[in-house]
Nanobody, 126 residues
Framework: QVQLVESGGDLVQPGGSLRLSCAAS????????MGWYRQASGKQRELVAT???????NYPDSVKGRFTISRDNDKNTVYLQMNSLKPEDTAVYYC????????????????????WGQGTQVTVSS
C-alpha cells in the first residue's frame, strides 16, 4: 500500500502556528488528490483541506483563511500550514490520499481507494 507518514503535531497556544507534514512512500501526486482530515475527541472525522492533482485547493469555512495545504512533488510531501490556531482546532490530524485507479510503477502496483496516515496530535491550549 501507499504509506503516509505524518509529523509536526504539537502543543501550541491559541493564536499560534503549526506546520504539519505528510510524506508519501510513492509519488502519486500526479494522479491522486491529497487531503487533511481531523478528528476531535468524541467527534466524527472531518475534512480540513484538499488539493487536487491540478493544484486546486478547498477548505471548509471553519479553517478557511487560516489553513493552507500545499505539496512538494520532489519531496513526495504534502503540508498543512495552520495559523491563528484556536482551541477548537485541537484534534488528531490525518493525511489522506485518494487514489482513483490502480497505479503501477516499476516496483509494484497500488490498489485504488483511500490511504491514511497514522495521525498526529495537535493540541491548542493556553
Amino acid at each position: 500500500q501507499v504509506q503516509l507518514v505524518e509529523s509536526g503535531g504539537d502543543l501550541v497556544q491559541p493564536g499560534g502556528s503549526l506546520r504539519l507534514s505528510c510524506a508519501a512512500s510513492v509519488n502519486i501526486f500526479s494522479i491522486s488528490a491529497m487531503g487533511w482530515y481531523r478528528q476531535a475527541s468524541g467527534k466524527q472525522r472531518e475534512l480540513v483541506a484538499t488539493i487536487s492533482t491540478g493544484g486546486s485547493t478547498n477548505y471548509p469555512d471553519s479553517v478557511k483563511g487560516r489553513f493552507t495545504i500545499s505539496r512538494d512533488n520532489d519531496k513526495n510531501t504534502v503540508y498543512l500550514q495552520m495559523n491563528s490556531l484556536k482551541p477548537e482546532d485541537t484534534a488528531v490530524y490525518y493525511c489522506n490520499a485518494d487514489l482513483p485507479n490502480l497505479y503501477c510503477t516499476s516496483t509494484g502496483c497500488y490498489k485504488p481507494g483511500h490511504y491514511w496516515g497514522q495521525g498526529t496530535q495537535v493540541t491548542v491550549s493556553s
